[in-house]
């Protein structure tokens, strides 16, 4: 399994498996895989001939006020995971391989990107679509696999597969969570032991709330209030949002009489984690 930096020599190997007649699925990451980034891999690998898993922390996704300089990193980890999964290539650029310094085109989506996580993080997804579309571009692969966790991420870019007319298919993929409920992220290696035992209040309001669901309650103010009170007996968790939207819009809904997505941030000291559920109906 190679380690490329270049997108001209990511392009020609992929060249060269499309005239083998193989497929290609991508598993677009940031590094520092975890137990979920495996579970995206495995399935790619199941599913595609071949199968390029992109390790690179894009810069252009964080705020000034973000953890850009202190994001984790371990590509000789990341190698090793990628080859137990049975990954074909890690696809591993410095920011000056995607970023020309007089980079100036960037993919920016309205409505799905303004509400959740785009209220506190306003240039966040303009720097995911980019950077996957550049990904999308480099690769062209058949199929790419996101995680559920970030459903507000997979929702864009679903949508900007579809406006873009990109052809690709995208696959979301069920959440990875310890043993304790805390969904699996690089940022929980952020944690204190106290914050880490604090953080499973995320998995405990999910579980609250999808209960509540399956009781029959359909009022969100009510699912909500009970998910926030129980949030706000932690004293280490600060809350950005809890929020159910509607599951196409993510527009702010008073009822579940629709499919919806529960979806919340919460801050732990510095680290912010996500988290959420689906409530069919
Ligand atoms: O989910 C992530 O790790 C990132 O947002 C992604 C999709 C790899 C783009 O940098």
Same mark, same amino acid.
Do not use: G, K, M, V
């Given at each position: 399994m190679n380690i490329i930096s270049s997108p001209a020599e990511v392009r020609a190997m992929v060249r060269e498996w499309r005239r083998q007649g193989l497929s290609v699925g991508l598993v677009p990451t940031m590094g520092y895989l975890h137990e979920g980034h495996k579970s995206l891999i495995v399935r790619a690998v199941a599913e595609n001939d071949r199968v390029v898993v992109s390790d690179f922390v894009n810069?252009?996704?964080?705020?000034?006020?973000?953890d850009l300089a202190s994001y984790p990193r371990d590509i000789e980890a990341d190698a090793r995971l990628c080859r137990e999964a049975g990954a074909s290539l890690i696809f591993h650029p410095e920011p000056s391989d995607m970023y020309a310094p007089d980079f100036s085109t960037f993919v920016d989506m309205k409505g &799905? =990107?303004?509400?959740l996580c785009g209220r506190t993080r306003p240039t966040h997804f303009r720097g995911v679509c980019t950077v996957v579309s550049k990904l999308f571009n480099i690769v062209t692969p058949d199929r790419a696999y996101f995680g559920r966790k970030d459903a507000q991420q997979l929702a864009i870019i679903r949508r900007m597969v579809r406006d873009l007319d990109f052809g690709i298919e995208i696959i979301g993929c069920p959440i990875v969570r310890e043993a304790d409920g805390l969904a699996k992220s690089s940022?929980?290696?952020? &944690? =204190?032991p106290e914050q880490r035992s604090a953080a499973t209040v995320l998995s405990r309001a999910a579980a609250l709330g999808l209960g509540m669901m399956e009781d029959g309650e359909r009022d969100a103010a009510k699912v909500l209030g009970a998910m926030r009170s129980l949030i706000e007996d932690e004293p280490l968790a600060r809350i950005d949002y809890v929020s159910m939207v509607d599951?196409?819009?993510l527009q702010d809904v008073e009822r579940a009489d629709r499919p919806v997505l529960c979806a919340m941030a919460v801050y732990f000291g510095k680290t912010r984690l996500i988290d959420n559920f689906v409530f069919e109906g």
């Open positions: 810069p252009i996704q964080f705020a000034p006020n973000e &799905l =990107s303004e509400n940022r929980n290696t952020y &944690l =204190s599951f196409d819009s």
